[in-house]
């Protein structure tokens, strides 16, 4: 009967992430947590191996079990860790780093005097300090003008709050009620997590948790070793490149080669560009957290996320380049060079399973930081999120519209009408756009025009839309799809094309237009039956001129 | 005599109170049960009047609740239905939130919205988000748009303007010229059915509700005349999904309040019978065939929440309806529950389920799994002859059959199987109750568990056990409870306002003149259905957060008036959420939703008491067999038949108490006492 018991607790730890996930959401004070859910929480084992995670990205998937081995390693013997202490860490080249905005909380443990779990997360806050607002840069040279670097350092010790940390992170951010709301739904929501931990242990013993998660950690290796059987064994490679790095320069090669056998997954990014000057880097922690996602997406996606599940996953890749980036390059703009690395190794796959990856998608978060005054209140603001686009077409159904690109998972849109009451600007539109392509026997998703009026007096928008000279990829016969760029709408009638740009200038009664990509095709676009061509034209998905022209419909006038 | 009628999945059920003529007393309780009649609702409620021989000319009070809203959506079988936006929004509902639940599934399908996009059309006009014009209303599009909707054959438009939430204005103009134009369709705007921002969440809500509007209305329209053919003098009132029922003409022009009525009237009808017993803090458990459902009771009252959604799951966001319901987790784990083992060789029981055809594997109709029921057979747990209500005996050669494959695959005997489905049941079904109880700060052995359903009793003892709650109660009747329900429901309607203001003194002229006018419209709508303003009880909550954050705690305003202290609300804020959350802030509050409560007491009749007849306990007892209680051993188990019980009676366990639509499982460690009503109350012995 054991083994039943074993199984609850498992459910029970599961369920313990879905709640501190919630907690998190509900009581942050960073819209791109609480609507774009840019966070992750999960428990480890009191080694750092990765129990449960309750996710709003899919890209935090390293981060968690990465950042407690790190804080296992600068804390012990006589530096060691005591019941009470929480340590925060936003280190990008360790420990499941990303960039400096990303800060997680570990918490450790304590079961009768004895570390027996770590409860973790890891949020994106909105303001770290830094050069320019929102903590990112596409022009930052080194990490020091990306914001405040908080070293796996203990917050709160024995119980005690360290108010010195407090205040030094206090005077170092642009909204520091926003950003220390953020470190306290950090703490509580890794101290609810913590008490279930200690009554689940409570309740049947410490010896049978034991015994649980071990069970669980070799439960998740099964289930992803049946998986990669299904996946055809080989050997595949392929190229990507970074289009610029903020300065004008580019493109940059990023090279993978994947070897997959029936019990292991080797993902090879030797030969890549080295590092490069702008925050287009990527460090290797980054990048394995990326490879994580995608493998999960093709082997245990249904499944909670366990440690086991990732053992036959390798990732290997010498120092020093664009996805292994090393101190002190700059990363804030890492997010974009991690999904072009998810967006290789699904290029590579994609052909050999098709029923498990689609064409590509808008590969881009196309985030945008827009700051500025409200004209209303007299506050600073900072809006900051992440835009939708198209997804690719599959073998089975259509490319979906208005979906955020795979970094993000559960994470929201921001309502017009809670943007235009926060921030200095007004909507104009925000709707699909028919800029062409993605043509197949099943169509790519549209992408979206989004109108970013300013009524605000000025405003500054920094953001990085790259995939603006390469567009997304058809698969198997179907068309690629569009580009993703963004383009200044002045009001004198002037425009500029964008892909990457920081801190530009904006008056009152300028317009950002976001413009995100359509996403590719899959098939032959003769195998698409005629009644659908029709409906798409009818819904303004796609034009008559190019139902004739890709289709060979001629609809009716 | 007072007349509930509740259309469930399966069945649609009859709850008659009769009453003394003389004392207004009641004297007894009707039941009637027939099957629910999918293409023609209210063919069923007839059916169950007639068997019921119910005469409609002696009722004085008709409650009726109906699953035909939340068929129309789930089955897409209502109206043809388009949208009229502001201009360059027609994308919002198909855009949606952009979140992807299913977050590790690169090749997921996003839900297809309601309404295709040449249906969608957009007018000329806007709103800043304080309300003001930016841009006049322009309804020279209207021919054309109404043209193409006649020519597409739409029967229903649904209209939402950005920031209407705010300024209903140009909605209401809209509506009015539209139906000035064309009378042939049916209309509803934003305004009318919720006042809360976000514009994907209410342009969602309002597409929803003309979507079913035609299909409800007709569907009201015939049941009053049916009923009135048969001599019911009355209207009837209708459930909704807050938790009370309204008249039938108010609840035509917004139908999509009844959504969620059948599970809101089950929690109504525990919170009624608390009343009675005293016990204001309940948890509520309601065991179905394929699901169970769970809401937690605080001092009498249940949270109503408008974030709700229909085909929510965790690979699906679901389409969002903001319309008041009450607080409820539902789980996939019901009697027809299966269990399965996944590729490494975990067992999990849902949250697929055998449903009723072909059912568990007892039932013999060609069920190849086995269920959360037939685990319940095999411990001994459900005596034979009770099985199904009593009509078949179960098939204990399809049950063998169904279990060898997990028995070879797990190495274990059937018997133990069983115990394991039963024990990840119970813990599926306890993870959810600490949902609503310990994750929001509860401590549930502050609360009784009423447990209701085919399967609560089954289960209710061994999770009250597992959640250490003060005690269980298994009501008098627990398979119609949502019926009985409604006839304990109050005329209830929700008000909800968004109107974001930071809580500070001077503000306090807004809250005052908020309130104010929510109260006003309220009264004007009553006062339609023939309501003075003496009869109509207020009560008022706000929703709270911190400023600059998301999310908000509801607080009720008790005694709300001219003097209320600000601070008083603050406190009680701070209070709520280091509660819910664990942590207070020194940060201003913000006041993001007014919410009102507008209710009409109706008259209530008592619970009914059980004649007590001098029976003995030995009497009721029926058989003796083996029982498996799991951890708690083998016992040879007495089985008592419920019918045969009275008040006062006592029953130590193990035991096992009989009725047709379900089984009460009292163990080893739980004493049950019979109290006044007839209900089975069960606590732990103490140690």
Redesign the interface.
């Known amino acids: 009967m054991e083994k039943f018991t074993l199984e609850i607790i498992q459910d029970a730890l599961v369920a313990t992430g879905d709640e501190m996930f919630q907690t998190l959401q509900r009581t942050s004070m960073s819209p791109i947590i609480y609507e774009s859910l840019d966070y992750a929480v999960g428990i480890t084992d009191a080694k750092g191996e990765l129990l449960a995670q309750g996710n709003g990205v899919t890209a935090f998937l390293a981060a968690l079990d990465a950042v407690v081995r790190a804080t296992l390693e600068k804390f012990h013997e006589e530096n060691t860790l005591n019941e009470g202490d929480v340590v925060i860490a936003n280190t990008p080249y360790a420990g499941g780093g990303t960039h400096l905005s990303d800060v997680s909380v570990i918490y450790p443990v304590f079961y009768t005097n004895e570390l027996v779990a770590f409860t973790v997360n890891k949020a994106h806050w909105t303001e770290l300090g830094g050069t320019f607002p929102g903590s990112v840069s596409t022009v930052a040279t080194e990490i020091f003008q990306e914001g405040l670097h908080l070293p796996f350092i203990k917050v709160r010790e024995k119980g005690k709050v360290n108010e010195a940390i407090v205040d030094l992170i206090k005077s170092n951010v642009r909204l520091p009620d926003s950003t220390l709301g953020d470190l306290y739904a950090g703490i509580a929501a890794a101290e609810i997590g913590a008490r279930r931990v200690i009554s689940i242990i409570e309740k049947y013993g410490l010896d049978t948790f034991i015994k649980a998660k071990e069970d669980f950690l070799d439960y998740g290796e099964r289930m992803c070793i049946e998986a990669l059987k299904k996946i055809p064994n080989g050997v595949y490679t392929g190229t990507s490149e970074i289009e610029d790095n903020g300065f004008g320069e580019g493109p940059f090669p990023i090279k993978a080669k994947i070897t997959v056998t029936d019990n292991e997954f080797i993902a090879d990014f030797n030969g890549s560009h080295s590092q490069v000057k702008g925050a287009t880097n990527l460090a290797f922690s980054g990048l394995v957290t990326g490879c994580r996602s995608l493998f999960k997406a093709i082997t245990t996606p249904s499944m909670a996320a366990n440690g086991g599940a990732f053992r036959p996953m390798k990732v290997i890749c010498g120092p020093g380049t664009i996805v292994s980036a090393e101190a002190p390059s700059a990363v804030s703009v890492y997010y974009e060079v991690l999904i072009t690395a998810i967006d290789l190794v699904w290029k590579i796959l994609a052909p050999v399973i098709p029923d498990k990856l689609p064409a590509g998608h808008l590969r881009s978060v196309c985030a945008t930081f827009i700051s500025g005054i409200h004209q209303d209140t007299g506050q600073f603001y900072i809006q900051a999120e992440p835009l939708a686009g198209g997804w690719g077409a599959s073998s089975s159904h259509d490319g979906n519209r208005g979906q955020l690109s795979c970094g993000s998972g559960e994470s929201y849109n921001i309502p017009i009408e809670i943007r235009e009451m926060r921030y200095g600007i007004q909507v104009e539109q925000y709707a699909f756009h028919n800029e062409g392509g993605g043509y197949g026997e099943f169509q790519g998703g549209n992408g979206q025009y989004v109108d970013y009026k300013v009524v605000s007096n000025g405003a500054y928008v920094t953001a990085a839309f790259l995939g603006e000279k390469t567009k997304t990829w058809g698969l198997n016969g179907g068309h690629d799809g569009s580009y993703n760029y963004f383009l200044i709408l002045r009001k004198d009638g002037t425009q500029e094309r964008h892909s990457l740009g920081t801190n530009i200038a904006l008056e009152k009664g300028d317009t950002i237009r976001c413009v995100t990509a359509t996403g590719g095709g899959y098939g032959n676009p003769k195998d698409r039956p005629k009644d659908k061509v029709l409906l798409d034209v009818k819904n303004g998905y796609i034009s008559k001129k190019e139902a004739k022209a890709f289709y060979s419909v001629q609809p009716r006038e | 005599m007072r007349v509930a009628t509740d259309i469930g999945g399966t069945f649609t059920d009859l709850v008659c109170l009769e009453l003394n003529k003389q004392t207004g007393k009641p004297t007894g309780v009707r039941v009637t049960k027939s099957d629910t009649t999918p293409s023609n609702f209210e063919q069923g409620i007839l059916d169950t009047i007639e068997k019921g021989n119910v005469n409609l000319g002696e009722i004085d009070f008709f409650a009726h609740g109906t699953t035909v809203v939340i068929n129309a959506l789930t089955e897409r079988k209502g109206a043809k239905t388009a949208l009229i936006t502001t201009k ?5 509902l ?17 839900q297809p919205p309601f309404v ?3 249906l969608r059309f957009e007018v000329e006009e806007r709103m ?3 309300g003001r014009v930016l841009k006049a209303l322009n309804m020279a599009t209207l021919k054309a748009i109404l043209k193409t909707c006649t020519e597409e054959k739409v029967e229903a438009i649904a209209v939402c303007l ?2 209407a ?1 705010k300024n209903p204005e140009h909605e209401i103009a809209l509506v009015k010229e539209l139906a000035k134009l064309d009378s042939s369709i049916q209309i509803i705007a934003s305004h009318q059915v919720t006042r809360e ?5 209410r342009t969602s809500s309002t597409v929803l509700s003309g979507y079913v509007l035609p299909i409800a209305k007709k569907y009201l329209d015939q049941l009053k005349e049916k009923l009135g053919q048969q001599g019911l003098r009355d209207t009837p009132y209708i459930m909704q999904s807050n938790g009370g029922i309204t008249t039938l003409n108010d609840v035509k022009n917004n139908p999509i309040t009844m959504v969620e009525s059948g599970p809101a009237s089950g929690v109504f009808g525990a919170i009624a019978l608390g009343k009675v017993m005293d016990r204001k803090h309940l948890i509520v458990l309601d065991i179905g065939g394929t699901t169970a459902k769970c809401a937690l009771v605080e001092n009498g009252q249940v949270k109503i929440t408008t974030n709700y959604k229909i085909e929510h799951s965790r ?1 699906q966001a679901g389409y969002p309806i903001q319309t008041p319901v009450i607080d409820i987790v539902e789980i996939g784990n019901g009697g027809g529950s299966i269990a399965w083992i ?6 999990h029981v849902g949250p697929k389920s055998a449903g009723a055809m072909p059912g568990p594997a007892a039932y013999g109709r060609g069920g190849k799994h086995l269920t959360t029921t037939d685990a319940n057979i095999v411990t001994g747990r459900i005596h034979p002859d009770y099985f199904l209500g009593g009509e078949l005996q179960p098939d204990y050669t399809s049950i063998e059959k169904a279990a060898k494959p997990l028995c070879e695959f ?1 190495e ?1 005997t059937k018997e ?1 199987v069983a ?2 489905i039963l ?2 049941a119970n ?2 079904m306890v ?1 959810a109750l ?2 609503i109880s310990v ?1 929001k700060g509860y401590d549930p052995r502050d609360f009784a568990m009423v447990v209701i359903g085919g399967g609560g009793a089954m289960h209710g003892a061994d999770l009250a056990r597992e959640l250490q709650v003060s005690e269980l109660i298994v009501p008098l009747n627990a398979g119609v409870f949502s019926a009985f329900g409604m006839l304990m429901s109050d005329i209830r309607r929700d008000y909800i306002r968004t109107n ?1 203001i930071t809580l500070v003194p001077e503000q306090w002229a807004v809250i005052q003149s908020t309130f104010m006018e929510m109260e006003e419209e309220a009264t004007k709508n009553f006062k339609q259905d023939g309501y003075a303003n003496k009869d109509i009880k207020f009560t008022y909550y706000t929703d709270l957060r ?6 908000y705690v509801k607080v009720l305003v008790s005694d709300f008036d001219a003097n209320t202290p600000l601070d008083t609300i603050i406190q009680y804020f701070h209070k709520a959420h280091k509660k819910q ?3 207070e ?1 020194d ?1 201003q509050v913000e006041l993001v939703n007014f919410h009102l409560v507008a209710e009409v007491e109706v008259e209530k009749p008592d619970f009914p008491k059980l004649v007590v007849q001098g029976k003995t306990i030995e009497e009721a007892c029926f058989d003796t067999r083996a029982v498996d209680f ?1 951890d708690l051993g083998i016992h040879e188990t007495a089985f008592y038949h419920r019918s045969q019980l009275e008040p006062n009676m006592k029953i130590e366990g193990p035991a096992v108490i009989a009725e047709k639509a379900t089984t009460t499982l009292v163990t080893p460690l739980h004493i049950v006492h019979v109290d006044a009503y007839g209900n089975l109350l069960l606590t732990e012995e103490k140690a």
């Open positions: 360059g929004f027609r994308d919002v198909e855009i949606a939130r952009c979140n992807r639940p299913d977050l590790f599934n690169f090749n997921f399908v996003k295709p996009r040449y800043d988000y304080k950005l920031h939430y921002w976000r514009e994907y969440e690979t996944d590729e490494g060789g975990k067992m797990l274990a133990d115990k394991g024990r990840i813990s599926n993870n600490k949902l994750n974001v911190y400023a600059g954050q998301e999310h959350y664990s942590f802030l940060t799991d």
